[in-house]
């Protein structure tokens, strides 16, 4: 069902053993370490079965190369992205997550509406070096179809594990995969991921931990500029998933729409065909492009994007790049777009309005740092705070205090405020949401979703109805190096 | 907006001084002694949103290192950048002018002092971004690594300081 991608340049990933013959002498030790347990790749596609999936994700530094030089990455069972994880609404999950890493790690199913505790997706556990874990939960019969996320959550290492290399696509089969014309499609998966250059020099220009950390290296699905096939006339389904650290991905297709079917947490009512994409960290998208141009090839591009406020700060590249390409192979009768797809309804009226206020800052929190900034001298951290990094409301991430308390099944607007200089992607764990308005200005249509961009100095209203299930969770940056610094409060619902 | 309150202190005097949209506060603890123990050091403007978290860290690190510092509050800092002809790809929150060159981002008082001694012909220093550990960025989480650039009027871009983490 899934079109394998032909690949122009793939990343030597799950090739220890035949890597290259320039290695510095740090690197070389890890990398003998690390190729002696080398295992070769494991499946590309791991599914279920008649109502269970069982699967195994092993977390692994793995030998590879990237263009520049060999290189270290973070891998699943050997892949970067890892193995293409498919399940069904409905089906038991138990999946082993076994931890070969030098460091914890653990697993956040993220956009999945299951429990936020015990073996479901609770972020607050953690497993350590050479430890394993499994999780185990059901996915409700009407769990909405998407393209979901598994990677690491583990506070502190989130994103030097997802900017290493951790990811899997998660695809949940559904409502919207039996709609006639969107099963007549053809599917890709393409996960987006920017990596670091071996030499890793783009830090010392400026691209550091504070404005989240981008590689100059664009893969999709691990390779460089892979090939796409679609027939004349033919449907092609594309599931986005950007799995970058930070990088925005702003995506045009030359010469086609593409059109909208699906966003974060499944299905929209109708078919939106759109010139681009604008897809943050943690965000995912299900567009139709239809095969109706003239016979050829044409390029999946990233257009620029400046994600901070302040001109230049951030990297933002001056000229389109080349994700992908797609060339026209063959011909079929036409298939036509679906009219409509699956109703998206309004949400109950909200009992409450909360205000969450991201910025960067000398922050409180982790200790309660409370006194007059103008004492700490050259700007410095005082004893008990954490010093710069990013608060919400004031307050840095502690997993030992509940920022806000809910009851379950009730409905709340929260409204997101960017009062910093550069962008912050919102992310809820377990419950999705819709966005109201942005900037004060409604929403065209209604969108379940769990990431949304919040553009530096906007704000944007979402709706979200705390439903089935209660527990403790989070909300936070999306742009990992954000959340590692503090961007993340804890939700408990009850 | 629990999120303002430490920055509250230059807002509520950029408010008290009414310049509107500009505000400059020529002010702050240790000023004065600074100026007194170096007074051959040349006044710096720094420019600065108010929406910044970390810009004031660095105006009191050079106040420490006895610099007079403006601190101005503009609306849009990119004018500043384009008239001191900051290369947008060493670009980071504020940007300060000192005896005709140009100062991008968290520059260590001690790169500053030196590009005054020295006079190479460039149009300013620049520190990319906004690395942790740098002045002003001083943060538990950790330091990063960074290099300090110089850049020409032409766009000339070259190593000036490196600094280990
Ligand atoms: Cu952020």
Request: glycine share 12%; hydrophobic share 40%; charged share 20%.
């Amino acid at each position: 069902m899934t079109t394998p991608l032909r690949r122009r340049q793939v990343l030597g990933l799950g090739l220890a053993g035949l890597g290259t013959a320039v290695v510095g002498p740090v690197l070389w030790d890890r990398v003998q370490r690390s190729a002696a347990r080398a295992q070769p790749a494991g499946a590309a596609r791991l599914a279920s079965r008649g109502g269970l999936a069982d699967l195994e994700l092993v977390a692994q530094a793995t030998r590879g190369t990237l263009p520049g030089g060999p290189a270290e990455l973070l891998t699943y069972n050997g892949r970067s992205p890892g193995p293409l994880l498919e399940v069904n609404a409905g089906d038991r999950v138990r999946l082993r997550l076994r931890n070969e890493l030098k460091q914890p790690t653990n697993l956040h199913f993220h956009g999945l509406h299951i429990p936020p505790t015990g073996t479901a997706d609770n972020v607050f556990l953690s497993v350590p070096p050479g430890g394993s874990f499994d999780y185990e939960f059901t996915l409700a019969k009407d769990h909405p179809a998407g393209l979901f996320y598994v990677h690491p959550h583990q506070h502190g290492l989130s994103a030097d594990q997802v900017f290493g290399g951790l990811s899997s696509a998660l695809v949940v089969r559904g409502d919207l995969d039996r709609i006639p014309e969107v099963a007549a499609a053809k599917e890709t998966v393409l996960v987006l991921k920017d990596f670091a250059s071996a030499s890793g020099q783009e830090a010392a220009m400026g691209v550091g931990r504070m404005l989240g950390r981008e590689g100059p290296l664009l893969t999709v699905n691990g390779a460089i500029n892979p090939g796409l096939a679609i027939p004349s006339g033919g449907l092609l389904r594309l599931r986005l998933l950007n799995a970058s650290n930070a990088r925005m991905y702003r995506l045009a297709l030359e010469g086609h729409s593409l059109v909208l079917i699906a966003t974060d947490g499944g299905a929209i009512a109708t078919p939106e065909p759109l010139d681009e994409l604008l897809l943050a960290p943690g965000e995912r998208a299900d567009v139709l492009v239809q095969g109706n141009q003239t016979p050829g090839s044409y390029r999946l591009l990233n257009l620029p994007y400046q994600r901070s406020g302040h001109m230049g700060m951030a990297a933002a590249e001056d000229a389109p790049r080349t994700l992908a390409t797609l060339s026209y192979a063959g011909t079929v009768p036409p298939l036509p777009l679906p009219k409509a797809l699956i109703p998206v309804p309004a949400l109950p009226k909200p009992e409450r309005t909360r205000r969450f206020v991201m910025a960067h800052a000398m922050g409180t929190g982790m200790g309660g740092m409370k006194h007059d900034m103008g004492a700490m001298g050259g700007g410095g951290m005082a004893m008990g705070g954490m010093g710069m990094g990013f608060v919400i409301n004031g307050q840095a991430f502690d997993p030992d205090r509940i920022d806000t308390r809910v009851a379950l099944g009730s409905t709340e607007d929260w409204l997101i405020v960017n009062d910093d200089v550069m962008d912050h992607p919102f992310h809820l764990h377990v419950n999705p949401f819709q966005v109201i308005s942005r900037a004060g200005r409604p929403e065209s249509q209604r969108r379940w979703k769990d990431t949304v961009l919040v553009k530096a100095g906007e704000e944007v209203r979402i709706r979200v109805t705390f439903r089935d299930f209660p527990g403790r969770t989070v909300y936070h940056c999306h742009n990992l190096d954000h959340e590692d610094l503090g961007l993340m409060g804890v939700l408990q619902i009850e | 907006m629990n999120s303002t309150s430490f920055r509250g202190h230059s807002r509520f005097l950029d408010l008290l001084l009414g310049v509107g949209a500009v505000a400059a506060v020529v002010s702050g603890g240790g000023s004065l002694a600074a100026r007194a123990s170096a007074p051959a050091l040349m006044p710096v403007t720094s420019y600065r949103s108010a929406s910044c978290g970390c810009c004031t860290g660095w105006v009191k690190h050079m106040r420490a290192n006895g610099f007079t510092v403006r601190d101005v509050v503009v609306a849009d800092v990119g004018v500043v950048k384009r008239r001191l002809g900051v290369p947008a790809r060493l670009a980071s929150c504020h940007t300060a002018e000192v005896a005709g060159f140009a100062l991008e981002g968290h520059v260590p008082a001690a790169d500053v002092k030196r590009l005054l001694q020295k006079r190479p012909p460039v149009a300013g220093l620049a520190l990319p971004g906004m690395p942790l550990g740098s002045p002003g960025m001083e943060s538990a989480y950790g330091k990063e690594a960074f290099t300090v650039m110089a850049f020409t009027r032409t766009g000339a871009i070259s190593s000036f300081s490196q600094h280990a983490k």
